[in-house]
């Protein structure tokens, strides 16, 4: 059995390539980490993502744990980049707001599905269509269509939107009512910040996520990596 089937775009040489330069730059992780695209692709996505280019690699200032680049008029492969330190080479105790105990597979796999979101959001669904990549209607369908594959039940991802809500600290309106505040609402029944930074907000938001990611536990058919 193959375990990097085609995708459906781009050329099999394309494709050939970024195993070769995979396995020989970055070793086993490099290896790995196709590995786990073909799972998340087949599981999640029904085999419709185009393949990348996954690098792993600085993110600009380091600022950010991966990022995917999908070139304007999608002619070129995304490319996804994944921060070294996923795999428990930071130094800090707390990087990107987390345990750094949590660093390793299980939190890069995971990384991995986000960033693969939005390759699908941006290949295969049209793009972007809300404020931003996050608080977008494609966005939240996919968490919650994925959410269901990985057993999660109950979910319900939703946008912001601005409503008016009362402000009891401010001065009662001559009219003795309560003024009113605009304040920002996540449209659904988790926090917005579960819904951007899913799926490993969804697991803090549950209060799973320090067991899962600490235990380096992966999908049953994602092949472990030993060796980072």
Same mark, same amino acid.
């Given at each position: ?15 050939? @390539? ?15 980490? %196709? ?35 999908? @070139? ?12 070294? @330190? ?30 693969? &979101? ?31 594959? &990985? ?60 067991? %899962? ?14 060796? %980072?």
């Amino acid at each position: 059995m193959n375990r990097y089937p085609k995708g459906r775009r781009f050329s099999g040489s394309f494709r050939d @390539s970024c195993l070769v330069v995979a396995e020989n730059v970055y070793g086993q992780k490099g290896v790995w980490a %196709y590995e786990s695209f073909a799972f998340i692709n087949q599981n999640y996505f029904d085999g419709r993502l185009p393949w990348p280019q996954i690098v792993w690699a600085l993110t600009e200032h380091g600022g950010c744990v991966a990022w995917a680049s999908a @070139s304007h008029d999608k002619s070129k492969p995304p490319v996804i980049t994944l921060h070294p @330190s996923l795999l428990r080479g930071s130094e800090k105790k707390r990087p990107w707001g987390i345990d750094a105990r949590w660093l390793g597979p299980s939190l890069a796999f995971d990384t991995l599905l986000h960033e693969c &979101m939005h390759a699908h959001i941006d290949y295969n669904l049209g793009g972007q269509t809300g404020r931003t990549s996050h608080d977008c209607e494609r966005w939240t369908r996919q968490v919650n269509r994925i959410a269901k594959l &990985m057993g999660f039940e109950g979910i319900h991802a939703g946008r912001t939107k601005c409503v008016r809500v009362p402000d009891r600290n401010a001065p009662r309106t001559v009219r003795g009512k309560f003024a009113t505040t605009v304040v920002r609402k996540t449209l659904g029944n988790i926090p917005f910040r579960a819904v951007a930074s899913f799926p490993q907000g969804l697991r803090e938001h549950l209060g799973l996520a320090a067991a %899962y990611y600490s235990m380096q536990k992966l999908p049953d058919g994602v092949p472990r990596l030993t060796d %980072y």
